[in-house]
């Protein structure tokens, strides 16, 4: 069967301080990868998705990254935190035809001081 | 574009009581429709989903949601409410040949009072 594994669950972080969010999926090939954002008691905001290696496409432009090194291994990155970058983020994969749902990771609680 | 409106962003219900949380959708295509459940500090589980086979969808926990194409809803209902039913719920639309292009609702927040 497949999972999703999303470290860490929880990371307070400085203001200026760089970022490395690490999603990897186990039981599947060739999925489909999801960044979102979740800020408190809001809905979803996709920052991120990704259909194969090194193929990534923004959905929010901002001070956040990502890539796709390997196939099941999504990486969401930032040189320099910023307040708002706070909030709860959630990786997913689908797989690659349309129709398919998204299963997620726990999420990673990031706090910026 | 494909949208999903969800009415009501906090709905609460007593103990034993029906749920019913709305999801109407936009699509320009026959859609694929999805609910998801939110504990907190948890990601989404998928409760259920409707591709395009039988209108009245069962899913985990005793929910199910029915497909009205006419009415392009998509509602989520419980006959009893139990209080772990406490949680925020997510409509979401994909479109059948766009794998990457899943559309989520804002969410309803439901709250069980015993």
């Known amino acids: 069967s497949q999972t999703i594994h999303q470290w860490p669950a929880t990371l307070v972080q400085p203001v200026g301080s760089p970022l490395s969010l690490e999603c990897t999926v186990e039981?599947?090939?060739?999925?489909?990868l999801y960044w979102y954002r979740q800020a408190a008691g809001r809905g979803l905001q996709l920052l991120f998705y990704?259909?194969?290696?090194?193929?990534i496409s923004s959905e929010v432009p901002q001070n956040l990254s990502a890539s796709r090194p390997q196939d099941r291994q999504f990486i969401l990155s930032s040189k320099k935190l910023l307040l708002s970058d706070s909030g709860f983020y959630l990786c997913?994969?689908?797989?690659?035809?349309?129709?398919?749902?998204?299963?997620f990771g726990d999420g990673t609680r990031l706090s910026i001081l | 574009a494909q949208s999903v409106t969800q009415l009501g962003s906090h709905v609460s219900v007593s103990e034993g009581a029906l749920v019913l949380l709305r999801c109407n959708y936009s699509?320009?295509?026959?859609?694929?429709l999805f609910w998801y459940v939110q504990y907190p500090n948890q990601g989404l589980q998928l409760l259920l989903k409707?591709?395009?086979?039988?209108?009245l969808v069962k899913g985990i926990n005793g929910f199910e949601a029915e497909f009205k194409k006419s009415e392009t809803s998509f509602h989520l209902t419980k006959p009893s409410a139990h209080m772990s039913d406490a949680a925020e719920y997510f409509c979401?639309?994909?479109?059948?040949?766009?794998?990457?292009?899943?559309?989520f609702g804002p969410g309803t927040r439901l709250s069980v009072l015993p």
């Open positions: 997913a994969w689908s797989g690659d035809r349309g129709g398919q749902p998204q299963h």
């Open positions: 039981g599947t090939s060739n999925p489909n």
């Open positions: 990704s259909v194969g290696i090194g193929q």
């Open positions: 699509s320009s295509v026959p859609p694929y």
């Open positions: 409707y591709t395009s086979a039988a209108t």
């Open positions: 979401a639309v994909s479109e059948a040949n766009y794998g990457q292009n899943f559309v």
